[in-house]
Protein backbone atom coordinates (compact mmCIF):
# COMPACT_ATOMS: atom_id res chain seq x y z
CA UNK A 1 0.00 0.00 0.00
CA UNK A 2 1.24 3.20 -1.01
CA UNK A 3 2.32 5.80 2.01
CA UNK A 4 0.00 8.33 0.39
CA UNK A 5 -3.35 6.61 0.72
CA UNK A 6 -5.76 7.66 3.12
CA UNK A 7 -7.29 5.09 5.27
CA UNK A 8 -11.22 4.87 3.64
CA UNK A 9 -12.63 4.84 7.63
CA UNK A 10 -15.39 7.44 7.85
CA UNK A 11 -16.30 8.41 11.14
CA UNK A 12 -20.05 8.04 11.76
CA UNK A 13 -20.73 11.19 12.80
CA UNK A 14 -19.20 13.03 9.82
CA UNK A 15 -21.82 15.12 8.42
CA UNK A 16 -23.19 14.66 4.85
CA UNK A 17 -24.18 16.95 2.23
CA UNK A 18 -27.24 17.36 -0.32
CA UNK A 19 -25.37 14.66 -2.06
CA UNK A 20 -24.71 12.28 0.60
CA UNK A 21 -21.11 13.26 0.57
CA UNK A 22 -19.00 13.80 3.40
CA UNK A 23 -15.92 16.60 3.25
CA UNK A 24 -13.61 13.10 3.71
CA UNK A 25 -15.21 12.14 -0.03
CA UNK A 26 -13.57 15.50 -1.34
CA UNK A 27 -10.03 15.09 0.03
CA UNK A 28 -7.24 13.48 -1.89
CA UNK A 29 -3.91 11.66 -1.64
CA UNK A 30 -1.87 12.95 1.59
CA UNK A 31 0.04 16.33 1.18
CA UNK A 32 3.83 16.26 1.01
CA UNK A 33 4.05 19.33 1.77
CA UNK A 34 5.87 21.17 4.80
CA UNK A 35 4.44 20.63 7.80
CA UNK A 36 2.50 24.07 8.34
CA UNK A 37 2.60 25.12 4.80
CA UNK A 38 0.15 27.31 3.88
CA UNK A 39 -0.83 25.53 1.06
CA UNK A 40 -2.76 22.87 3.06
CA UNK A 41 -4.73 25.39 4.69
CA UNK A 42 -6.04 26.35 1.30
CA UNK A 43 -6.49 22.57 -0.06
CA UNK A 44 -8.77 22.76 3.35
CA UNK A 45 -10.47 25.55 2.07
CA UNK A 46 -11.48 24.30 -1.51
CA UNK A 47 -12.67 20.82 0.16
CA UNK A 48 -14.85 22.75 2.34
CA UNK A 49 -16.00 25.13 -0.23
CA UNK A 50 -16.89 22.54 -2.72
CA UNK A 51 -18.38 19.78 -0.15
CA UNK A 52 -20.90 22.81 0.96
CA UNK A 53 -21.77 24.22 -2.52
CA UNK A 54 -22.70 20.09 -3.13
CA UNK A 55 -20.72 20.04 -6.41
CA UNK A 56 -20.59 16.13 -7.33
CA UNK A 57 -16.52 15.53 -8.02
CA UNK A 58 -16.59 14.31 -11.13
CA UNK A 59 -17.77 17.51 -12.98
CA UNK A 60 -14.78 19.22 -11.86
CA UNK A 61 -11.66 19.69 -13.78
CA UNK A 62 -8.50 20.63 -11.44
CA UNK A 63 -5.77 22.13 -12.88
CA UNK A 64 -1.67 23.47 -12.09
CA UNK A 65 1.51 23.70 -13.53
CA UNK A 66 4.75 22.81 -11.62
CA UNK A 67 5.64 24.18 -7.95
CA UNK A 68 4.76 23.04 -4.56
CA UNK A 69 1.53 25.40 -5.55
CA UNK A 70 0.77 22.87 -8.54
CA UNK A 71 0.94 19.51 -6.04
CA UNK A 72 -2.21 21.64 -4.23
CA UNK A 73 -4.91 19.56 -6.63
CA UNK A 74 -3.59 15.69 -5.69
CA UNK A 75 -4.37 16.69 -2.51
CA UNK A 76 -8.65 17.81 -3.41
CA UNK A 77 -11.23 15.94 -5.26
CA UNK A 78 -9.87 12.21 -6.10
CA UNK A 79 -12.65 11.47 -8.23
CA UNK A 80 -12.55 15.00 -10.79
CA UNK A 81 -10.72 15.10 -13.60
CA UNK A 82 -6.83 16.51 -13.57
CA UNK A 83 -3.93 17.82 -15.81
CA UNK A 84 -0.65 18.78 -14.40
CA UNK A 85 0.50 20.66 -16.53
CA UNK A 86 4.24 22.13 -17.39
CA UNK A 87 5.91 25.02 -15.65
CA UNK A 88 3.37 28.13 -16.21
CA UNK A 89 1.50 26.45 -19.05
CA UNK A 90 -1.89 25.98 -17.09
CA UNK A 91 -3.76 28.72 -18.42
CA UNK A 92 -3.34 27.59 -22.17
CA UNK A 93 -4.76 23.85 -20.64
CA UNK A 94 -7.64 25.26 -18.95
CA UNK A 95 -8.56 27.72 -22.30
CA UNK A 96 -8.54 24.31 -24.25
CA UNK A 97 -10.28 22.34 -21.57
CA UNK A 98 -13.40 24.59 -21.24
CA UNK A 99 -13.52 25.53 -25.18
CA UNK A 100 -13.91 21.81 -25.38
CA UNK A 101 -16.55 21.21 -22.35
CA UNK A 102 -18.40 24.20 -21.06
CA UNK A 103 -20.18 21.81 -18.79
CA UNK A 104 -16.80 21.30 -16.61
CA UNK A 105 -16.33 23.48 -13.52
CA UNK A 106 -12.90 24.14 -13.86
CA UNK A 107 -10.30 25.35 -10.90
CA UNK A 108 -6.90 25.96 -11.27
CA UNK A 109 -4.05 26.36 -8.67
CA UNK A 110 -0.90 28.28 -9.50
CA UNK A 111 1.88 29.78 -7.45
CA UNK A 112 4.11 33.21 -7.85
CA UNK A 113 6.51 31.69 -9.63
CA UNK A 114 4.30 29.49 -11.80
CA UNK A 115 1.61 32.82 -12.45
CA UNK A 116 3.99 36.14 -12.61
CA UNK A 117 7.43 34.89 -14.14
CA UNK A 118 7.72 32.07 -16.55
CA UNK A 119 3.56 31.83 -17.01
CA UNK A 120 3.15 35.56 -16.94
CA UNK A 121 1.63 35.50 -20.74
CA UNK A 122 -0.25 32.98 -20.22
CA UNK A 123 -2.21 34.40 -17.24
CA UNK A 124 -2.95 37.69 -19.00
CA UNK A 125 -4.45 36.25 -21.97
CA UNK A 126 -6.55 33.84 -19.33
CA UNK A 127 -7.78 37.35 -17.96
CA UNK A 128 -8.15 38.92 -21.16
CA UNK A 129 -10.39 36.01 -22.37
CA UNK A 130 -12.57 35.66 -19.30
CA UNK A 131 -12.17 31.89 -19.21
CA UNK A 132 -14.90 30.39 -17.23
CA UNK A 133 -12.44 29.44 -14.12
CA UNK A 134 -11.03 29.82 -10.43
CA UNK A 135 -7.56 30.41 -10.61
CA UNK A 136 -6.21 30.65 -7.29
CA UNK A 137 -2.76 31.87 -7.05
CA UNK A 138 -0.99 30.41 -3.92
CA UNK A 139 1.84 33.50 -3.44
CA UNK A 140 4.32 33.16 -0.91
CA UNK A 141 7.09 34.73 -2.71
CA UNK A 142 9.60 32.20 -3.14
CA UNK A 143 10.74 29.30 -5.50
CA UNK A 144 9.95 26.67 -2.50
CA UNK A 145 10.89 23.78 -4.68
CA UNK A 146 14.50 25.33 -5.38
CA UNK A 147 15.56 26.67 -2.14
CA UNK A 148 13.82 29.81 -1.49
CA UNK A 149 14.81 32.07 -4.25
CA UNK A 150 12.84 35.92 -4.50
CA UNK A 151 10.03 35.06 -6.60
CA UNK A 152 8.21 38.04 -9.01
CA UNK A 153 5.95 39.06 -6.19
CA UNK A 154 8.37 39.33 -3.09
CA UNK A 155 8.08 42.92 -2.16
CA UNK A 156 11.15 45.51 -2.46
CA UNK A 157 12.95 45.54 0.37
CA UNK A 158 12.09 41.82 2.18
CA UNK A 159 14.87 39.81 2.76
CA UNK A 160 15.45 35.81 2.22
CA UNK A 161 16.25 33.61 4.79
CA UNK A 162 20.23 33.95 4.48
CA UNK A 163 19.57 37.73 4.77
CA UNK A 164 19.47 39.07 1.65
CA UNK A 165 17.16 42.19 -0.08
CA UNK A 166 15.39 41.96 -2.90
CA UNK A 167 16.13 45.19 -4.47
CA UNK A 168 13.40 44.15 -7.08
CA UNK A 169 9.51 45.87 -7.50
CA UNK A 170 7.29 43.17 -7.08
CA UNK A 171 3.97 42.43 -10.01
CA UNK A 172 1.08 41.95 -7.65
CA UNK A 173 -1.37 39.75 -9.19
CA UNK A 174 -4.56 41.77 -8.00
CA UNK A 175 -3.75 44.73 -9.60
CA UNK A 176 -2.55 43.16 -12.87
CA UNK A 177 -5.76 41.17 -13.14
CA UNK A 178 -7.60 44.20 -12.24
CA UNK A 179 -6.16 45.79 -15.40
CA UNK A 180 -6.14 43.30 -17.60
CA UNK A 181 -10.09 43.46 -16.78
CA UNK A 182 -11.02 40.63 -14.80
CA UNK A 183 -14.17 40.35 -13.33
CA UNK A 184 -13.73 38.91 -10.03
CA UNK A 185 -10.48 39.71 -8.16
CA UNK A 186 -10.22 38.84 -4.34
CA UNK A 187 -6.84 38.37 -2.25
CA UNK A 188 -7.25 36.35 1.27
CA UNK A 189 -4.75 34.60 3.58
CA UNK A 190 -4.22 31.03 4.46
CA UNK A 191 -4.63 31.25 8.26
CA UNK A 192 -7.86 33.18 7.78
CA UNK A 193 -10.35 30.21 6.86
CA UNK A 194 -13.84 32.16 7.67
CA UNK A 195 -12.83 34.55 4.79
CA UNK A 196 -11.48 32.32 2.34
CA UNK A 197 -14.17 29.48 2.01
CA UNK A 198 -17.02 32.19 1.33
CA UNK A 199 -14.62 33.70 -1.32
CA UNK A 200 -13.57 30.62 -3.32
CA UNK A 201 -17.47 29.89 -3.00
CA UNK A 202 -18.51 32.91 -4.91
CA UNK A 203 -15.47 32.35 -7.58
CA UNK A 204 -16.69 28.64 -8.13
CA UNK A 205 -20.09 29.95 -9.16
CA UNK A 206 -18.97 33.16 -11.08
CA UNK A 207 -19.33 33.08 -14.53
CA UNK A 208 -16.23 33.92 -16.14
CA UNK A 209 -12.38 34.49 -15.01
CA UNK A 210 -12.37 34.21 -11.12
CA UNK A 211 -9.03 35.30 -9.81
CA UNK A 212 -8.02 34.58 -6.15
CA UNK A 213 -4.56 35.46 -4.86
CA UNK A 214 -4.02 33.71 -1.27
CA UNK A 215 -1.12 34.61 1.01
CA UNK A 216 0.70 31.51 1.74
CA UNK A 217 3.55 31.39 4.11
CA UNK A 218 6.02 29.59 3.00
CA UNK A 219 7.38 28.01 6.29
CA UNK A 220 11.12 26.62 5.14
CA UNK A 221 12.43 29.59 3.45
CA UNK A 222 10.11 33.26 4.04
CA UNK A 223 8.46 32.52 7.32
CA UNK A 224 10.80 35.22 8.78
CA UNK A 225 11.52 38.20 10.22
CA UNK A 226 12.04 40.20 7.24
CA UNK A 227 9.60 38.74 5.23
CA UNK A 228 6.35 40.52 3.96
CA UNK A 229 4.91 36.95 3.28
CA UNK A 230 5.10 35.56 6.74
CA UNK A 231 2.01 34.40 9.04
CA UNK A 232 3.42 37.17 11.12
CA UNK A 233 3.25 39.78 8.79
CA UNK A 234 0.04 39.27 6.95
CA UNK A 235 -1.70 38.90 10.37
CA UNK A 236 -0.67 42.05 11.64
CA UNK A 237 -0.72 43.90 8.78
CA UNK A 238 -3.87 42.74 6.74
CA UNK A 239 -6.86 44.56 6.14
CA UNK A 240 -10.28 43.36 5.20
CA UNK A 241 -12.18 45.70 3.26
CA UNK A 242 -15.68 43.93 2.45
CA UNK A 243 -16.51 40.76 4.71
CA UNK A 244 -18.37 38.38 2.35
CA UNK A 245 -20.89 35.71 2.70
CA UNK A 246 -21.75 33.15 -0.09
CA UNK A 247 -25.52 32.32 0.49
CA UNK A 248 -26.09 29.23 -2.09
CA UNK A 249 -29.22 29.49 -4.38
CA UNK A 250 -30.93 26.91 -2.26
CA UNK A 251 -30.87 28.34 0.53
CA UNK A 252 -33.29 31.60 1.95
CA UNK A 253 -31.66 34.75 1.58
CA UNK A 254 -30.94 36.28 4.84
CA UNK A 255 -28.73 38.79 6.46
CA UNK A 256 -27.73 39.73 10.31
CA UNK A 257 -26.50 42.97 9.66
CA UNK A 258 -28.40 46.41 9.61
CA UNK A 259 -30.02 47.54 6.58
CA UNK A 260 -27.96 49.72 3.88
CA UNK A 261 -24.83 48.20 5.11
CA UNK A 262 -24.83 44.95 3.03
CA UNK A 263 -24.40 45.21 -0.74
CA UNK A 264 -25.75 42.09 -2.32
CA UNK A 265 -24.77 40.63 -5.75
CA UNK A 266 -26.69 38.43 -7.59
CA UNK A 267 -24.54 35.46 -8.82
CA UNK A 268 -25.20 33.99 -12.78
CA UNK A 269 -26.77 30.94 -10.70
CA UNK A 270 -29.33 32.51 -8.89
CA UNK A 271 -26.76 32.42 -5.50
CA UNK A 272 -25.92 35.23 -3.50
CA UNK A 273 -22.74 37.58 -2.06
CA UNK A 274 -23.56 39.59 0.61
CA UNK A 275 -20.72 42.11 1.18
CA UNK A 276 -20.72 44.35 4.29
CA UNK A 277 -18.41 47.26 3.59
CA UNK A 278 -15.58 47.61 6.35
CA UNK A 279 -13.38 50.15 5.12
CA UNK A 280 -14.91 53.24 4.90
CA UNK A 281 -16.24 54.24 1.17
CA UNK A 282 -15.33 50.81 -0.48
CA UNK A 283 -17.41 49.61 -3.36
CA UNK A 284 -16.08 46.38 -4.41
CA UNK A 285 -18.36 46.93 -8.44
CA UNK A 286 -15.83 49.87 -9.08
CA UNK A 287 -12.95 48.50 -10.69
CA UNK A 288 -10.85 52.00 -10.31
CA UNK A 289 -11.97 52.65 -6.90
CA UNK A 290 -10.79 49.11 -5.92
CA UNK A 291 -7.29 49.64 -8.00
CA UNK A 292 -6.71 53.08 -6.26
CA UNK A 293 -7.94 51.52 -2.49
CA UNK A 294 -5.27 48.68 -3.21
CA UNK A 295 -2.35 50.82 -4.37
CA UNK A 296 -3.28 52.90 -1.53
CA UNK A 297 -3.26 49.97 0.88
CA UNK A 298 0.78 49.01 -0.48
CA UNK A 299 2.09 52.13 0.14
CA UNK A 300 1.14 51.87 3.43
CA UNK A 301 2.44 48.40 3.57
CA UNK A 302 -0.79 46.92 4.45
CA UNK A 303 -2.31 43.79 2.88
CA UNK A 304 -5.88 44.31 1.17
CA UNK A 305 -8.29 41.35 1.53
CA UNK A 306 -11.66 40.18 0.59
CA UNK A 307 -13.69 40.35 -2.33
CA UNK A 308 -11.80 43.39 -4.02
CA UNK A 309 -13.33 43.70 -7.41
CA UNK A 310 -16.95 41.32 -8.95
CA UNK A 311 -18.88 42.31 -12.10
CA UNK A 312 -21.54 39.73 -13.03
CA UNK A 313 -22.40 41.17 -16.06
CA UNK A 314 -19.24 40.22 -18.19
CA UNK A 315 -19.38 37.50 -21.14
CA UNK A 316 -17.07 34.26 -20.91
CA UNK A 317 -14.66 33.23 -23.53
CA UNK A 318 -17.59 30.83 -24.86
CA UNK A 319 -19.70 33.75 -24.84
CA UNK A 320 -17.78 36.22 -26.45
CA UNK A 321 -17.09 33.90 -29.47
CA UNK A 322 -20.58 32.41 -29.71
CA UNK A 323 -19.91 29.04 -29.08
CA UNK A 324 -22.98 26.62 -29.74
CA UNK A 325 -24.94 25.75 -26.22
CA UNK A 326 -24.01 22.23 -26.16
CA UNK A 327 -20.43 20.92 -24.47
CA UNK A 328 -18.61 20.67 -28.04
CA UNK A 329 -17.49 16.77 -25.97
CA UNK A 330 -20.97 16.08 -27.11
CA UNK A 331 -21.49 17.34 -30.44
CA UNK A 332 -21.44 14.28 -33.32
CA UNK A 333 -17.78 14.67 -35.59
CA UNK A 334 -20.28 15.73 -38.42
CA UNK A 335 -20.96 18.43 -36.84
CA UNK A 336 -17.62 18.95 -35.59
CA UNK A 337 -16.22 18.51 -38.94
CA UNK A 338 -18.84 19.49 -41.23
CA UNK A 339 -16.27 19.15 -44.36
CA UNK A 340 -14.27 20.94 -47.01
CA UNK A 341 -16.97 22.86 -48.77
CA UNK A 342 -18.11 24.51 -45.35
CA UNK A 343 -14.51 25.66 -44.65
CA UNK A 344 -14.00 26.97 -47.73
CA UNK A 345 -17.72 29.33 -46.77
CA UNK A 346 -15.77 29.97 -43.53
CA UNK A 347 -13.01 31.14 -44.96
CA UNK A 348 -14.73 33.85 -47.47
CA UNK A 349 -15.21 36.07 -44.11
CA UNK A 350 -11.42 36.56 -43.89
CA UNK A 351 -10.92 37.54 -47.35
Given at each position: ??????????????????????????????????????????????????????????????????????????????????????????????????????????????????????????????????????????????????????????????????????????????????????????????????????????????????????????????????????????????IEVVEADFV????????????????????????????????????????????????????????????????????????????????????????????????????????
Amino acid sequence: MSYLAKPKVHHPSLKPNALGLTRRDYEGALSTLCAGCGHDSITAAIIHAFWELDIEPYKVAKLSGIGCSSKTPAYFLREAHGFNSVHGRMPSIATGAGAANRELIMIGVSGDGDSLSIGLGQLCHAIRRNVNLLYILENNGVYGLTKGQFSASADFGSTSKKGEVNEMTPIDGVTLALNLGATFVARSFSGDKEQLIPILQAGLQHNGFAFVEVISPCVTFNDHEGSTKSYSYTREHMIEVVEADFVPIRSEITTQYEPGSVKRVQMHDGGMVNLRKVAEDYDPTDRDKAYAYIRNCQSEGEVATGLLYIDENGKDMVEQNDVVDAALTNLPYSDLCPGSEALAKLQLRFR
